[in-house]
């Protein structure tokens, strides 16, 4: 199992590459060739460092689009 681990962490797609699958995953819209395109290729260690990034920054905004909003209104 252990071997498995190694071996997908060594797999091609780039930092960003994974980024950018993770943002697509996260808008919505993604085919299914695409998706098992990038399970094949995506490196774990990366997608989960992505996914996190990406969800930080997905409240961040959400938190700046509200203050926004209620110093709009004020």
């Known amino acids: 199992m252990t ?20 943002l697509w995953g996260m808008f919505g819209v993604r085919r299914g060739s695409g998706y098992q395109e990038d399970a094949a290729k995506l490196n774990p260690v990366h997608l989960i460092i992505a996914g996190i990034l990406a969800g930080v920054i997905f409240v961040l905004v ?7 909003a209620v110093a709009s209104l004020s």
């Open 62 to 68: 959400l938190i700046a689009i509200v203050r926004w």
């Open 3 to 22: 071997q498995d681990i190694r071996d997908a962490s060594r797999r091609k797609l780039s930092f960003f590459q994974t980024l950018k699958a993770v």
